[in-house]
């Protein structure tokens, strides 16, 4: 059975920093990319960062010199570091896996979805 199961969130002040992580089942893992999305009240889904087998990576405008996505093959895990973070990043993280590889954060291209991760910035 696909899982994909978040871990990491929580609420920190302006500035802070957090690490989600993302547990993966061996089956999704075997997937070409993986990503972190978001969505905070009232918004829509967007896409924060992605990286391929490969390890190449991108990420939205919004997070670049902020975040690092990276993954630990061994530990089947995705990881989202978040550093500086700020009030408009509040949402809930979504962890994701697609069977193809991603040359821009698509939402639409992935097929597999965790239950999410709640994260929290207070000024």
């Known amino acids: 059975q696909v899982q994909l199961v978040e871990s990491g969130g929580g609420s920190v002040q302006a500035g802070g920093s957090l690490r989600l992580s993302c547990a993966a089942s061996?089956?999704?893992?075997?997937?070409?990319?993986m990503g972190w999305f978001r969505q905070a009240p009232g918004k829509e889904r967007e896409g924060v960062a992605v990286i391929n087998r490969d390890r190449s990576t991108t990420y939205a405008d919004s997070v670049k010199g902020r975040f690092t996505i990276s993954q630990d093959n061994a530990k089947k895990t995705l990881y989202l570091q978040m550093n500086s973070l700020k009030p408009e990043d509040t949402a809930m993280y979504y962890c994701a896996g697609s069977g193809s590889l991603c040359y821009d954060i698509v939402e639409r291209d992935f097929g597999y979805w965790g239950q999410g991760t709640q994260v929290t910035v207070s000024s």
């Open positions: 061996a089956f999704t893992y075997s997937t070409w990319c």
